[in-house]
């Protein structure tokens, strides 16, 4: 008896085809010799029928990607972890710092006022400063990056469970994310920082890995004379931004709570 398993490594395959997937034949037959890892050949009939046919296969010595792997080098996944480590803490020092003092301002402009005009004055200074804080901060969401609405929380877990999220994680949102939740702690809305910073933390590790492994899921080929076209691999970038993601969204709880072991598990 014959177990024979096609399979395509992308989606656009067509079926039917086994000129450009692996086959996996796997035999119990006395006499017979049995592989065990699937090989890559540029045409299967050959080999198909002659494992049909009771011959000994040729064992090829390219190796077969696994499937689902990026294939990116470690140093490279490594380096974009531990930029977006340190680039994170440098952007929670930033937030906070700025959060401080715009509320010690905020509140000493108020305290002054109180004492030159009055209590009602210095109210009105505050609900104004507040309310300024909200307009700068809504103008920027409105205007620039309409997804910086919410947490980000949501979207983050569909894009890492797989799902297209266009214009989620760039560098205009990225920005649009960390002032806006500086004014947003700073007006003094019932909100925190949390949810924000985990999106902050997975879109920095976005940007870090497109730049640092689409060098390797690219090519330029010449599809005609004079007519260059780049082709990119998106399964493996899509693979390999969505472990960076993860890893940028663990540095952000992490850095948020102080607990490096509640970091592992949220990415896990």
Same mark, same amino acid.
């Given at each position: !008896?014959?177990?024979l398993t096609q399979q395509f490594p992308h989606p656009s395959g067509i079926p039917g085809s086994c000129s450009s997937g692996p086959v996996v034949v796997r035999s119990s037959a006395p006499g017979m010799q049995k592989q065990e890892k699937p090989e890559f050949f540029p045409s299967g009939g050959g080999r198909l029928r002659d494992a049909l046919l009771g011959k000994p296969l040729r064992v090829s010595r390219r190796p077969a990607p696994e499937p689902g792997s990026h294939r990116i080098? #470690?140093? *490279?996944?490594? =380096? #974009? =972890?531990?930029?977006t480590a340190v680039a994170m803490a440098v952007i929670n020092f930033f937030s906070l710092i700025s959060i401080e003092y715009a509320i010690r301002n905020k509140f000493e402009l108020m305290q002054n006022t109180i004492n030159n005009w009055g209590v009602f004055h210095g109210m009105l200074v505050l609900t104004v400063i507040s309310c300024l804080?909200? *307009?700068v901060g809504v103008s920027l969401v409105l205007c620039l990056a309409p997804n910086c609405? +919410?947490?980000?929380? !949501?979207? @983050?877990?569909?894009?890492? @469970? +797989?799902s297209q999220m266009p214009n989620l994680f760039t560098g205009r949102t990225l920005f649009v994310r960390i002032f806006t939740s500086i004014l947003a702690n700073a007006a003094g809305f019932p909100v925190g920082r949390e949810g924000p910073t985990v999106t902050i933390g997975a879109n920095l590790a976005y940007c870090f890995s497109y730049l640092l492994t689409m060098p390797y899921v690219r090519q330029w080929v010449d599809f005609a004379t004079k007519v260059p076209t780049v082709i990119v691999d998106e399964e493996r970038f899509a693979h390999a931004t969505r472990i960076n993601c #993860?890893?940028?969204?663990a540095c952000a709880m992490a850095m948020l709570f102080n607990t490096p072991i509640g970091g592992l598990l949220y990415m896990f």
């Open positions: !008896p014959f177990w080098p #470690a140093v *490279v996944m490594w =380096t #974009a =972890t531990l930029l804080y909200s *307009v609405g +919410g947490s980000g929380i !949501p979207e @983050n877990k569909c894009y890492l @469970n +797989g #993860a890893v940028g969204g």
